[in-house]
């Protein structure tokens, strides 16, 4: 498994994707520790547009974007 952060700024169609000053956080890897059930395709998908949304809403702390993490994975994950 690849455990380097996602580059959300090389994905096509993403023209809008973080800075690259800001290291993703979490991980497709550290996501895939907490939540073991999930797709890492789905992961690697939607994590980007994740961590978009949560910078723009100014959520930076490490335990608002754990609680965002775990609360998709809680609610998709049947």
Do not use: W
Request: charge should be negative; glycine fraction near 6%; hydrophobic fraction near 40%.
């Amino acid at each position: 498994m690849n455990n380097d952060p996602i580059q959300p700024e090389t994905l096509p169609g993403n023209a809008d994707a973080l800075p690259t000053a800001v290291e993703p956080y979490p991980t497709v890897a550290q996501v895939m520790q907490v939540c073991p059930g999930s797709d890492i395709n789905n992961v690697k998908k939607y994590l980007p547009f994740i961590l978009k949304a949560m910078v723009g809403a100014k959520l930076l702390h490490r335990n608002q974007l754990i609680g965002m993490v775990a609360t998709i994975y809680v609610e998709t994950t049947s």
